[in-house]
């Protein structure tokens, strides 16, 4: 069945490092891709998505490309900031809007 | 944008009771809202989707007496979870869209149950 494998965490890196989390997927047909963020104290937040192969999503810095060769949706940033300490949801979606999330990444960024 | 509020945030209850868990639409009518499960260490797990004004559609594996949901507004669901255990210990998260794939889906905050 469809599923997300995404990067165990938890993260820690210092201010202005490189992030990168994995994400891979298993899906019979060809779903859309997205990253969701849950801020302390918040509900989960769409952060980017893409909805077919090659297609790259971005918003606040985040990027992350729809692989289809390798079911990969890696999400990266390249200069992170204390802010952007969260927990990061991979997720799919295929034929309507039953989502599968991975366990979630937990970042947390150092000043 | 859209908001979801959900509450409580935290509940811890004694086994055998029940608990409610409120999740609503507070700018937008959700004609359709889920819920889900995330047990420590795994993935959100969806429980049950609800349409308004109609009984819930549970997942495989999830027990419909257990887990009552009812979807009776366009800005409101609830999930009862019914004579709790510590089994049902667990993060409950829900999520209402009012129609659309993906960015028109908004989650709530969460509710972090423990049951003793």
């Known amino acids: 069945g469809d599923s997300v494998t995404q990067m165990e965490g938890p993260v820690t890196l210092s201010e202005e490092a490189f992030l990168t989390i994995n994400c891979t997927y298993t899906?019979?047909?060809?779903?859309?891709l997205f990253w969701y963020v849950q801020y302390p104290g918040e509900g989960l937040q769409l952060l980017l998505k893409?909805?077919?192969?090659?297609d790259k999503g971005s918003n606040k810095g985040f990027e992350a490309t729809y692989r289809k060769e390798t079911t990969s949706f890696h999400l990266e940033k390249g200069s992170v900031q204390v802010s952007d300490s969260a927990v990061y949801f991979c997720?799919?979606?295929?034929?309507?809007?039953?989502?599968?999330f991975g366990t979630g990444t937990s970042l947390t960024v150092i000043p | 944008g859209a908001v979801v509020s959900q509450h409580p945030s935290r509940v811890i209850c004694k086994s055998g009771t029940s608990v409610k868990i409120e999740c609503r639409s507070l700018?937008?009518?959700?004609?359709?809202m889920f819920w889900y499960r995330q047990f420590p260490k795994k993935s959100l797990m969806l429980m049950a989707t609800?349409?308004?004004?109609?009984?819930?559609?549970?997942e495989q594996g999830v027990e419909k007496d257990k887990f009552l949901i009812n979807h009776a507004s366009l800005t409101l669901s609830t999930l009862t979870v019914t004579s709790a255990h510590p089994e049902d210990s667990s993060f409950y998260i829900c999520?209402?869209?009012?129609?659309?794939?993906?960015?028109?889906?908004?989650f709530g905050s969460g509710t972090q149950l423990s049951v003793l």
């Open positions: 999520s209402a869209t009012e129609g659309g794939t993906g960015e028109k889906l908004f």
């Open positions: 899906a019979t047909g060809y779903p859309s």
């Open positions: 893409a909805t077919k192969a090659d």
């Open positions: 997720a799919l979606v295929w034929g309507g809007n039953q989502f599968y």
């Open positions: 700018d937008f009518q959700a004609t359709t």
């Open positions: 609800s349409n308004e004004g109609s009984k819930a559609t549970y």
